[in-house]
């Protein structure tokens, strides 16, 4: 096979898999897959629930520990709650939940360590998740006014 035929392959063939090196440990990512699934939709940008310095300050030993800790955390609290109005945006959760499952299990096999810095991170995103939640609920209280302003005894 010629290089030029090499080249001209792997720039047409998406890249199947990434092996994500998590200290000790090692898991295979389909990140095309994960991106062909994920739905922009980001309604409220000034709300901010993940900061990219609370991923990126994790240490090394810790990110096995992080990222089934974050997996868990949008497979049990976000995926779980997500009602879409589209089935696609259903359809498409679904599969990014299956997929994170498939990637934890994966990570359950690993053992990880979790120090407390990193526990406490989780622990701030679980806290950010309900604060930004009441908040919203808060927000969105004209609409109870609304109804009991409509409502008749």
């Known amino acids: 096979m ?31 897959e994960l991106r062909q699934y994920y739905i922009a939709g980001d309604n409220e940008l000034a709300v901010k629930l993940l900061e990219k310095s609370l991923m990126n300050d994790i240490q090394e030993g810790d990110r096995c520990c992080f990222l089934g800790l ?16 589209e089935s696609q945006h259903q359809r498409s959760v679904s599969a990014l939940a299956n997929a994170f499952i498939s990637i934890r299990r994966d990570i359950k096999l690993c053992h990880c360590h979790c120090g407390e810095e990193t526990l406490r ?33």
């Open 70 to 85: 974050l997996l868990r955390f949008y497979v049990e609290r976000v995926f779980n709650n997500y009602t879409g109005s």
């Open 121 to 153: 991170k989780i622990d701030s995103l679980h806290a950010e998740f309900i604060k930004q939640a009441a908040v919203k609920a808060v927000g969105e209280l004209h609409t109870v006014l609304d109804w009991l302003e409509t409502t008749h005894t």
């Open 2 to 32: 010629s290089f030029l035929h090499i080249i001209i392959n792997s720039l047409i063939r998406p890249v199947e898999s990434r092996r994500l090196h998590l200290g000790s440990c090692a898991v295979t990512v389909h990140i095309h």
